[in-house]
């Protein structure tokens, strides 16, 4: 027979993490952006695929977050403020994520 109580706490605990996580996240890209270092990937370049972003792209849009960098009214301080709190949003996704794993992994249970 199924305890549906159960199941119902392990899907809303379910959900609640992955919005975590989600948020986290998200919060952690929103305040790198605002500390002036902004995410940025150049293409990669594989064989027989297709390139989504062109070189020239890429080259304009490291511009574009480089000016943006330089124009940001922060002080220093908010900028360095705005690193620690997304580094720490980094670190607290990684924990919920290790501790989801330790969770599903009955062996690490001692």
Known sequence: MIDWISFLIVAAVALVSACAVVSLYALALRML???GKAP???P???TDAITIVTPAEAAAEAKRIKKAASR???TPLQKRFALIVAYTCFVLCALVVLFGIYLIIPALHG
């Open 40 to 42: 940025h990937v150049t």
């Open 44 to 46: 990669a370049e594989f």
């Open 33 to 35: 952006s605002t500390a």
């Open 72 to 74: 940001s009214p922060l």
